[in-house]
């Protein structure tokens, strides 16, 4: 078994939840999580899997895969506490649709063409040779300029024709447990995967980001597109995030298992972070709306049907804007627009200017 230059908290993260180094090294995108979000086995994963021989990147130097957080987050023990009540804890970063390409840089880093079509939103320059350095302070769709994050998922195709959502799509920033006052902002640079291409319907319903699946005029909860939608409605889908992150890297070999979902706090209805993931990240909720309509026969995703739909995330945000907001609105317990302003709490006011810069 061989060990690499940085290895040493990997072997140790590896060893504490009992796979190998050369388990760790080998796993690719499985359909889903299991217990502490680690993926139980390498499976295949086309058009969207790690490089079977990784480039190096400038946030990747050695290629392995493993992407350490600097400064790592330790010594964190999940919240298990009761926050006073709040039915909402989110903010709003609304982002159009800018451009579309072959690439991805989190699962195909360096090599353009490499993956099936994505749809880019947010980060107008994202293309496969993306890294964090290049990413920030970059032009954005997104309605606040600091959020140059980059979003991307499977374009969607009427046939031949492409199909791109229309205007600014919304993105929840939610908090993901139940004690919303422990979350806290994403690290710049953290990147993850949301669901998989492989994955079969009975997959995309049980996956743990499911928000009621497909949907247009009165079909719901559809693990593909439905067979007609009224004319002049739009097919809708939402997809949530894991919001619970290991502390340790930015990126892992299978774009995951850094992640996980909240668990049920036994004897409770509370979510809290599992301990091998014990650092609260804000939950992302993809909710995208389509302009197409009438016989669905013909529409179908680059990656596949509808139940291949997944999405990725690569945080780019300037740091003192994402975290007024994560404070204000989601540690706040607000129900806050895309400039943290909560209409139903007017008193507290707003974070963010009405061009959506900080003050």
């Known amino acids: 078994m061989r060990i690499r230059g940085r290895t040493l908290s990997a072997l140790l993260l590896a060893t504490a ?11 690719t995108a499985a359909p889903g999580p299991v217990a502490g979000g680690v993926p139980a086995a390498a499976a295949p994963h086309l058009g969207h899997v790690m490089a079977a021989s990784a480039l190096p990147s400038g946030d990747d130097p050695d290629g392995d895969g493993y992407i350490p957080a600097d400064p790592p987050v330790t010594g964190v023990t999940p919240s298990q506490a009761v926050p006073p009540p709040a039915y909402f804890h989110e903010f709003q970063a609304n982002c ?3 451009h579309t390409a072959p690439d991805d840089p989190i699962v195909y880093p360096g090599q353009p063409g490499a993956s099936h079509d994505h749809t880019f939103l947010g980060n107008t320059t994202t293309n496969a040779h993306s890294v964090t350095a290049t990413l920030v ?4 769709t997104c309605n606040a300029p600091a959020d140059a994050s980059a979003y991307w998922m499977p374009s969607l195709f009427d046939g ?9 799509q919304v993105i929840y920033y939610k908090a993901g447990v139940t004690d919303y006052r422990s979350v806290r902002p994403f690290p710049r640079g953290l990147r993850f995967v949301v669901g998989s291409p492989t994955q079969s319907a009975e997959e995309f319903r049980a996956h743990e980001g499911w928000v009621e699946g497909w949907e247009c005029g009165d079909s719901y909860k559809n693990v593909d597109f439905p067979a007609r939608c009224p004319a002049g409605t739009q097919l809708n889908l939402r997809m949530q995030a894991p919001s619970c992150w290991n502390g340790l890297y930015l990126d ?14 036994p004897g409770t209805n509370d979510d809290v972070c599992p301990p091998s993931h014990p650092v609260a990240v804000p939950m992302i909720e993809f909710k995208m709306a389509f302009p197409v309509s009438g016989d669905m026969a013909r529409v179908r995703l680059s990656s596949g049907p509808g139940h291949s739909f997944h999405y990725d995330f690569f945080n780019a945000w300037e740091d003192r804007t994402l ?3 994560v404070d204000h609105c989601v540690v706040g317990g607000l129900q806050c627009d895309t400039r943290g302003y909560d209409q139903n709490h007017p008193e507290r006011g707003a974070v963010l200017n009405a061009d959506h810069r900080l003050p």
């Open 17 to 27: 939840l009992g796979v190998s180094t050369l388990a760790v090294d080998a796993v």
């Open 96 to 98: 159009a649709a800018g």
């Open 137 to 140: 302070d970059r032009p954005t």
């Open 160 to 168: 031949d024709r492409k199909v791109l959502p229309v205007g600014p």
């Open 252 to 265: 892992t070999p299978d774009h995951r298992s850094h992640m996980a979902y909240p668990v049920v706090k």
């Open 323 to 325: 975290k007024a907001l």
